[in-house]
């Protein structure tokens, strides 16, 4: 076999088995089946090739001359079609040029088999028999000429029109194409009497190789894995038999110098051990060929490997998105990486972080992208990366058109959803590569891996963040309480102490995290350990604490237990505030009422008192004329100490006003004596206003304990308020009762005091004992409010019944206590 010969069956063999594996990689593929096709028929040329330069005879060259024809009168066509494939041109264009091809086809094939295509056959410069044109030939290699120029100007055209990974794919395949038919057109030589040997067919390999080299580089036919595994299983298929049999042949020899020959040992040791080290084996070949042939993609796919591992340990979500996005930028090398969000509405993605190999490349132009974009819709439905380049040959309808458009509107070459739970969580989007090479298998899958595994992670780092959102929002809360909180563990462990704990307390927060709330002031902690122990909370406490430095403040307390989600004791809570300021504003209030009161108080008494003192002047100025009449003076005398007695006892209440606010003093009372002061000091208003007074005293024998003081400014401010109540008259009516509430209730005193006024609108019921709530001109709102402090400091309650236009009825209920019988 001359070396033309077998350059021609390595032809051949290559081509067939390009065609296969790209056929069967995709054989729904249109292009692909062209390029089958046509490799089958190369592969017939080539075989004739070297069939007809090496046979023995005249008749079995003539026979291989005819069949080595019959491929090369259908490459034309054949390349024809798969040019306009590859360049999708519009069938229109396709029309004319593809009747023609045909029927150029038909006649050659009918002409190879007569002497007007091959004339004779007959040696020739180094060849034993070499065909000979015939009078059709020279058309024939006209045509061939024609329509190989004709497919290569139309890659050319599209060359020029194409961008980024097409350019360079039509780049590639234009070149291996025209190399590949030169080479061809020197076998044409020696037929027209060309003294030229067909060196063009070591050409031919070069051409093959630069189209297997497009297929992998430009990823044209969805091969390109198959090259890498093919690859290795071959090199590991040469490997593994070398090894076998150095091992066979080495047991052999081993076993017939010591234990005599047995070849079948031999063989199941050798077997053995191919079978142990097998697996070893292929990965480090897998290692080396991606080494040595795809070391870019070997580097990448490591580094990226590290990344999808380095992403399970960081927690910030930004720093997350910047170690994925920027792995993926600078190691695949592709223009620019961004991530897109799913917003908590599941109303669409937010862009969350974009990263670019170089600040020259723009940023994504949207900044949001819609849950009703098609490219949304197909990766949550398809759960699948989507390929910008392919996508019309994968989608064949509008929506690949409109999931394109908006793909590069997002400046993405591609398109990998991240999917957790079965739902869309983000969307990461990739530019394309630097280099112009395509996406490939082995890269979608790491990708898709890599996005799977930033699926959990962008969850975690979410968690996370929320966790720290809420907690940083917590630590504000608390920092920015005027109450002090204290929390505690089970142990008694202080596990929370805010600043205003701090203040309050005096103690650092340093001191006191960490350590047994027994540290703080002695109630404090007792109460906390008796909530823990108790499982019960405690509230509206107040008490004397003893802070560092060993001043006394009085706060207010409420406890409650700290609790998980089914129910299992976590701790204890005390929420606690400075008193010592609101009880200083307690008492400026007291005095502030105790002023008012007197202030009305002076002007009931002024009228009071400027009666009985008329009545003395006048009997004053009658006594110079009168001192002689005995009856006169027995009159005067009368008289004036009976007022003088009215004047002294109206000074004497008005001097139970004096002084500063006092602790209670506690003795026994009779309410109907503090109604009955209180109502003679109002008696000018109430005559005055034409109100008629009805006493209803139903538990004259029945006393109370209390202040005097505090009981008769309480009844005072209840009173006063039913007498203004009555501008144009009216019935006050005031009544006593006694009841019996059980034995844990005791015997109670009900004091009722009626009135016909206009009556509490409903809305105001519930606010007429808070602070400074008043519906009349002038008032201050603290009348009732102290009136209820006072009651509820005598262990009673008061209760308020309204109608409005009927009048109001207010109830003071106090312990009962039976009096003595003397």
């Known amino acids: 076999m001359n070396p033309f010969s077998l350059a021609a069956l390595i032809n051949a063999i290559t081509s067939l088995s390009l065609g296969i594996l790209v056929y069967f990689k995709a054989r729904e593929k249109e292009s692909n089946r062209l390029f089958f096709l046509l490799m089958a028929a190369i592969g017939l040329w080539s075989l004739g090739v070297c069939q007809m330069m090496k046979a023995g005879s005249e008749a079995e060259a003539?026979?291989?001359?005819?069949?080595?024809?019959?491929?090369?009168?259908?490459?034309?066509?054949?390349?024809?079609?798969?040019?306009?494939?590859?360049?999708?041109?519009?069938?229109?264009?396709?029309?004319?040029?593809?009747?023609?091809?045909?029927?150029?086809?038909?006649?050659?094939?009918?002409?190879?088999?007569?002497?007007?295509?091959?004339?004779?056959v007959e040696p020739t410069l180094v060849f034993p028999y070499y065909p000979h044109?015939?009078?059709?030939?020279?058309?024939?290699?006209?045509?061939?000429?024609?329509?190989?120029?004709?497919?290569?100007?139309?890659?050319?055209?599209?060359?020029?029109?194409?961008?980024?990974?097409?350019?360079?794919?039509?780049?590639?395949?234009?070149?291996?194409?025209?190399?590949?038919?030169?080479?061809?057109?020197?076998?044409?030589?020696?037929?027209?009497?060309?003294?030229?040997?067909?060196?063009?067919?070591?050409?031919?390999?070069?051409?093959?190789?630069?189209?297997?080299?497009?297929?992998?580089?430009?990823?044209?036919?969805?091969?390109?894995?198959?090259?890498?595994?093919?690859?290795?299983?071959?090199?590991?298929?040469?490997?593994?038999?070398?090894?076998?049999?150095?091992?066979?042949?080495?047991?052999?020899?081993?076993?017939?110098?010591?234990?005599?020959?047995?070849?079948?040992?031999?063989?199941?040791?050798?077997?053995?051990?191919?079978?142990?080290?097998?697996?070893?084996?292929?990965?480090?070949?897998?290692?080396?060929?991606?080494?040595?042939?795809?070391?870019?993609?070997?580097?990448?796919?490591?580094?990226?490997?590290?990344?999808?591992?380095?992403?399970?340990?960081?927690l910030r979500l930004d720093h997350l998105i910047d170690r994925l996005l920027s792995s993926i930028v600078h190691d695949m090398k592709v223009e620019g990486a961004s991530l897109f969000l799913m917003n908590p509405q599941r109303t669409g993605l937010k862009l969350s972080a974009g990263r670019f190999y170089r600040s020259c490349f723009p940023s994504p132009t949207c900044s949001f992208i819609p849950e009703e974009w098609a490219v949304v819709r197909r990766v949550e439905w398809e759960h699948l990366p989507l390929v910008r380049e392919g996508i019309h040959d994968r989608i064949r309808s509008e929506e690949g058109e409109e999931i394109s458009r908006e793909m590069q509107r997002l400046g993405a070459e591609l398109a990998i959803p991240v999917i957790l739970q079965d739902q869309l969580s983000a969307l990461l989007l990739l530019g394309p590569k630097l280099s112009g090479d395509p996406f490939s298998e082995d890269d979608l899958q790491l990708l898709m891996t890599l996005a799977n595994q930033a699926a959990v992670a962008i969850k975690n780092a979410q968690l996370y963040d929320e966790v720290t959102s809420v907690k940083e929002h917590q630590e504000n809360i608390l920092r920015n309480l005027e109450s002090g909180v204290v929390a505690v563990d089970c142990e008694g462990r202080i596990t929370t102490f805010n600043q205003a704990a701090e203040r309050i307390t005096g103690m650092p927060a340093a001191e006191a995290l960490g350590r047994d709330c027994r540290i703080l002031d002695e109630k404090l902690a007792d109460l906390l350990l008796s909530t823990l122990s108790q499982r019960r909370g405690r509230s509206g406490l107040e008490f004397d604490l003893r802070i560092k430095g060993g001043e006394v403040i009085s706060i207010g307390i409420t406890t409650s237990l700290l609790q998980g989600p089914e129910g299992s004791l976590l701790g204890a809570i005390a929420l606690f505030s400075d008193l010592t300021e609101i009880k200083k504003l307690q008492i400026e209030k007291w005095r502030a009422e105790k002023l008012a009161y007197i202030g009305t108080l002076a002007a009931s008494i002024a009228h009071e008192i400027k009666n009985p003192l008329v009545s003395i002047k006048t009997l004053a100025q009658?006594?110079?004329?009168?001192?002689?009449?005995?009856?006169?003076?027995?009159?005067?005398?009368?008289?004036?100490?009976?007022?003088?007695?009215?004047?002294?006892?109206?000074?004497?209440?008005?001097?139970?006003?004096?002084?500063?606010?006092?602790?209670?003093?506690?003795?026994?009372?009779?309410?109907?004596?503090?109604?009955?002061?209180?109502?003679?000091?109002?008696?000018?208003?109430?005559?005055?206003?034409?109100?008629?007074?009805?006493?209803?005293?139903?538990?004259?024998?029945?006393?109370?304990?209390?202040?005097?003081?505090?009981?008769?400014?309480?009844?005072?401010?209840?009173?006063?308020?039913?007498v203004q109540a009555m501008e144009e008259g009216g019935v006050l009516t005031i009544s006593t009762d006694h009841r019996v509430n059980g034995e844990d209730s005791g015997e109670k005193l009900i004091l009722t005091i009626s009135d016909t006024g206009p009556g509490i609108p409903a809305e105001n019921l519930a606010k007429v004992f808070d602070p400074f709530f008043t519906t009349k001109q002038g008032g201050s709102g603290l009348g009732l409010s102290i009136c209820y402090k006072i009651v509820s400091d005598h262990h009673g309650t008061i209760q308020v019944d309204s109608r409005e236009k009927e009048g109001t009825s207010l109830h003071i209920i106090l312990p009962a206590i039976k009096a003595s019988i003397p």
């Open 133 to 314: 044109a015939g009078p059709a030939y020279p058309f024939f290699a006209f045509y061939l000429l024609l329509v190989v120029c004709y497919g290569l100007s139309l890659l050319i055209n599209g060359y020029q029109n194409a961008s980024g990974l097409t350019r360079n794919q039509l780049k590639y395949l234009f070149w291996s194409w025209a190399l590949g038919f030169g080479g061809g057109a020197y076998t044409f030589l020696p037929a027209f009497n060309v003294d030229i040997l067909p060196w063009g067919l070591f050409l031919i390999p070069v051409a093959l190789v630069t189209e297997s080299y497009a297929i992998v580089k430009f990823h044209s036919m969805d091969i390109n894995i198959v090259f890498r595994r093919g690859m290795v299983y071959s090199i590991l298929v040469v490997l593994l038999t070398a090894f076998f049999l150095i091992v066979l042949l080495g047991l052999e020899r081993f076993l017939r110098t010591y234990i005599g020959y047995s070849s079948m040992v031999a063989t199941a040791v050798a077997a053995l051990v191919l079978a142990v080290g097998f697996q070893p084996l292929k990965e480090k070949v897998q290692s080396l060929v991606d080494r040595v042939f795809f070391r870019g993609v070997y580097d990448y796919h490591q580094t990226l490997r590290r990344t999808s591992e380095a992403m399970t340990s960081i």
């Open 62 to 120: 003539m026979l291989w001359t005819r069949i080595l024809h019959l491929g090369s009168i259908v490459i034309p066509f054949l390349f024809l079609r798969f040019v306009f494939s590859v360049l999708k041109m519009d069938k229109e264009r396709q029309r004319i040029p593809l009747r023609l091809g045909w029927g150029m086809t038909g006649l050659f094939l009918i002409l190879n088999f007569t002497p007007w295509f091959i004339s004779r």
């Open 622 to 722: 009658l006594l110079p004329d009168r001192h002689d009449d005995e009856e006169f003076r027995n009159h005067f005398s009368q008289i004036a100490l009976k007022e003088v007695d009215r004047i002294d006892l109206l000074v004497s209440q008005m001097l139970d006003l004096k002084g500063e606010a006092q602790p209670a003093r506690f003795e026994i009372l009779q309410l109907e004596e503090i109604v009955e002061e209180i109502l003679l000091l109002l008696s000018e208003q109430i005559r005055r206003q034409k109100i008629r007074i009805e006493r209803r005293y139903r538990a004259s024998s029945y006393s109370t304990e209390g202040d005097r003081f505090q009981l008769k400014q309480a009844l005072w401010n209840v009173i006063l308020n039913s």
